[in-house]
Every structure is written in C-alpha cells, then in structure tokens.
C-alpha cells in the first residue's frame, strides 16, 4: 500500500487509542458537538485541516498528494493537545475523507487478498484498522461506541482479545455470490446418522496453565470414512447444482486423509458447479503423548484450495461422578489461537467458530463484541440442540447471522433422543423480516427423530438471506 496512506491510517490507529484511553463521548454527546456548526472545536479543525473539512461543515474528499507533512503535522497537534472532543470529530472526518483515495489506489489483482491491517503501528497502538465491508443485513445499532462512529473503516482493539491473534481474507463478492447480489443461499449437511466417532475412555492429561493432572478425553478414530468421503462429495456437487454459495458440515466427522481425496475429487471434476465456500467437516488429530492434540476445520474456497484452517479454541466438557472430563486439545493455548476472517462486501464479515467455541460465554463475548462478525458458520458434534437454538438470534442486534450444523451421528453418545428433533438452522435476519412472522427470522431443520428420512443419503438443508429491502 502507499506510504501516504499508511501513515494516514498509522494515525488513525493513534487517535482511536487514545480516546480508547479516555472517556468515549456517547452517541448523543457527539450528536450534540457535530450538530455545533459554530463551535471553537469545528473552527479549530477547519483552520488545521482545510483540505479535509469545508466550511459548511461536509468534508472533503482526500487525494494522495494531500495526505502530506503539513497534514501528518496537524493531526499530530491535535493528538498533543488532548481534546477528546476534538479526536473524535478529526476521526469522524479522517474516515470519510479517504474513502475515494483509498478505493481508487487500492483494488482486487486476485479474488482474494490477506492483509494484517492497514495500520503497521499495531505493536505501538494495539489497533488494527480494516476497510469496513458493508453487510446488506446490517441494522442501525444504537449505541456502538467508537466503531459506530466509523462509515467506512472499522478497528479492533488487541488489548480486548486476550492474545487472541485475528487473520483477514478480503474475498470480491463476485467469487462469493453465485446467484447475483439478490440473496445468500446457505446449505448444511448434517451427514449421517451412523456411528462415525470413537472416543476415549477418560484418562490422566497434564493441564497446560497449571501443570496439574486433570481427567480428559481424545478421539481415537474416525468410523466409516470411506462412507462420510463419498456423501461429503456427493453433497458438495448437490449443493453446487442448487446454487449454494456457503456449505457447511458438521465438528469432527473429517480426517486429513478425507480432506485430501475431497480436493483430489473436487480438483478432477473442475467444471461442475461448487459453493464458493466450504466448511469440511473439522479434523480431530491426535498426536505423540497427546501434546498438541487439534481440532480443527478448514474453510475451502471454490473446491479449488484450502483458503485457512480454523482451530477449535475452548475445550468442551462432559461431567461423571469422578468429576468433569475435557477435551484434549489446546494444552498450549498460544499455540493456535488465532481466528480467521474473510471480508466480503455486502455480506460483512464470516467466521468459523467451531462447536463449543460458540458457548464458552468468555470467547463468545470477545468475538462478538470485539470482531463484530455479521455471520457465523458453526460445525457442531453436539449432544444437544437448546443452547444454540436460544443463542441463535442472540446477537441480532449487531446484525449477526448465525449457521449451525450438528450431525445425527452425535445421537450415539446420549440416550436423549428428544434432543435431535433439531439438527441445524440458520438465522436468516434481513431487511425483509416480517416482526409478525417468526419464521422470517430463522429456519430451523429437523434431526432423526422428525426428520422421517429413511437414510441420510444425501441430507442437506437450504435457506437463504436476502440481501434486498422488501418491495
């Protein structure tokens, strides 16, 4: 990128700290100073920043050759001088004004970029700034701090992540939306209902932090491969024939071995129509002494490459009468704790966020309210459904959607039947929900025990997001 441009967002990412540091004004405390024309602080600013703020107030669109010393130099003055007042209204207009420039110095060579931040000031600061990809479902939302105030840009504060590291991946929409821009056709494949997964009777691991004995379990193998091989390509190629632009499988049912003969597949039969992205079934790997145990899917992109593995972070739990029994995995939790996003405009920001990660409360809240996704794709081996049916529209309120895909093999580890009368679903919150009519909020799909399916060939269900106001 432009050295110009780098700085330009060098100092943003200073700004945004120290009014991080300070007392954010609220939404209606910066309504009241944007709406005083005739303030000394709106004065000041038009005297620093001429080529930035027009006398009626609106701002200027910024070229390269403006972003210059005398520039960097007064929003270096008024980073001195402390106002926070002033801060935020220099923020409010140092976002704006940059839009054309960037747009115009910057643009896809490939379908897909990787950027770390467009800062490089975030040892320093602790800010990373991105590009905001705008989501078509996205709601007003009252209240959103400083990231609210923002139009076309949007920070994460690292200092809120407890050494959680963020990945970014900026897709073109055209290599997402299969069908145009009118709507996000999703599509979960629970698989099947056989025994897939054998488990570990609880024995003696080494907890990571405290170094103290604690009871655990792994996965030992993968049953039926060859059977979970097939219906996973099968139902690759299905849902590419329906249009589907996000597949996802569910938690633990893949293998590396399993990944590769799909690629190998998928590579062989390069004209047939797939989703643009994949959500493979996750990969539970054992390893030498357990020590770096992982769980782990991959996100595939246009059944052509493996565009990033995403690790399962927190370690799901079952209680006995000897106590609780933890996954695992993670015995160093620096190790691979890191989240990947892709950046699509007009769909937001998508994550993977694997099972159990999705309920720990701790690592939900971090990537919820620090992230932002607008939506979550969550693989599942789940002996329930309660919980990610009423956290479902849980964060509606900032505009995200969530994809949920258990699988019915999960029924063989509890007696509970009742709790696979629901095997997946999909938020669909968009601008053409009905508030009188529930189901335009979400689609929830059947498991075994409603399903009437006499097998699992071929199990897949379909919902899709509009990406239009309603007529």
């Known amino acids: ?214 009871k655990v379990f792994r996965v030992e193998r993968i049953l039926k491969e060859e059977l979970i091989t097939n219906q996973v390509i099968e139902n690759i190629h299905i849902a590419g024939e329906e249009d589907v632009d996000i597949l996802v499988f569910p938690e633990m049912l893949g293998t590396q071995d399993m990944l590769c003969k799909v690629m190998e597949a998928l590579g062989s039969n390069w004209e047939t129509d797939v989703p643009a992205l994949i959500v493979f079934p996750s990969v539970w790997e054992k390893t030498e002494n357990d020590l770096t145990n992982t769980n782990k899917s991959y996100m595939i992109l246009n059944g052509e490459e493996v565009l990033f593995e995403q690790h399962k972070r927190c370690d799901y739990k079952y209680d006995t009468a000897d106590g609780p029994v933890y996954e695992d995995i993670n015995r160093d939790r620096d190790k691979n704790n890191i989240l990947n996003i892709i950046h699509v405009e007009g769909l937001g920001r998508i994550c993977i966020v694997i099972c159990y990660d999705y309920l720990d409360e701790e690592n939900q809240e971090r990537i919820m309210q620090n992230i932002r996704p607008t939506l979550v794709c969550t693989p599942s081996f789940s002996t329930g459904s309660f919980h990610f049916e009423t956290l479902a529209e849980a964060f509606f309120k900032q505009s995200c959607n969530l994809v949920w895909c258990n699988t019915c093999s999960a029924a063989h580890e509890t007696k509970k039947d009742k709790n696979f009368e629901i095997i997946g679903l999909v938020t669909t919150l968009s601008k053409q929900c009905d508030p009188l009519d529930p189901g335009s909020f979400k689609r929830i799909f059947k498991g075994k025990t409603k399903c009437g399916r006499e097998n699992c060939k071929n199990c897949i269900y379909y919902a899709e997001i509009p990406l239009k106001k309603a007529t």
């Open 1 to 214: 990128m432009i050295n110009q441009l780098v700085w330009y967002f060098d100092q943003m990412a200073e700004i945004i700290r120290r009014i991080e540091e300070e007392e954010v004004f609220r939404e209606k405390d910066f309504s009241s100073l944007l709406g005083d024309k005739n303030n000394q602080i709106y004065l000041d600013l038009i005297s620093l920043f001429p080529k930035l703020i027009k006398d009626d107030r609106s701002f200027r669109s910024l070229t390269i050759s403006d972003i210059d010393e005398t520039f960097s130099s007064a929003v270096s003055v008024v980073l001195d001088g402390g106002n926070v007042a002033m801060l935020h209204l220099l923020l409010y207009y140092m976002d704006r004004g940059i839009e054309d420039c960037y747009m115009q110095m910057t643009g896809f060579e490939d379908d897909i970029e990787s950027c770390d931040a467009l800062n490089i000031n975030i040892h320093d600061t602790h800010i990373i700034i991105l590009k905001k990809a705008k989501c078509k479902w996205s709601m007003r939302q009252p209240g959103n701090g400083l990231n609210g105030l923002l139009k076309n840009f949007y920070y994460i504060d690292q200092n809120k992540l407890d050494g959680m590291q963020i990945k970014n991946y900026i897709l073109d929409y055209r290599a997402v939306l299969k069908t145009g821009n009118t709507s996000l056709k999703i599509a979960v494949s629970p698989i099947t209902r056989e025994k897939t997964v054998e488990f570990s009777a609880p024995y003696d691991g080494i907890n990571g932090k405290t170094g103290i004995s604690q």
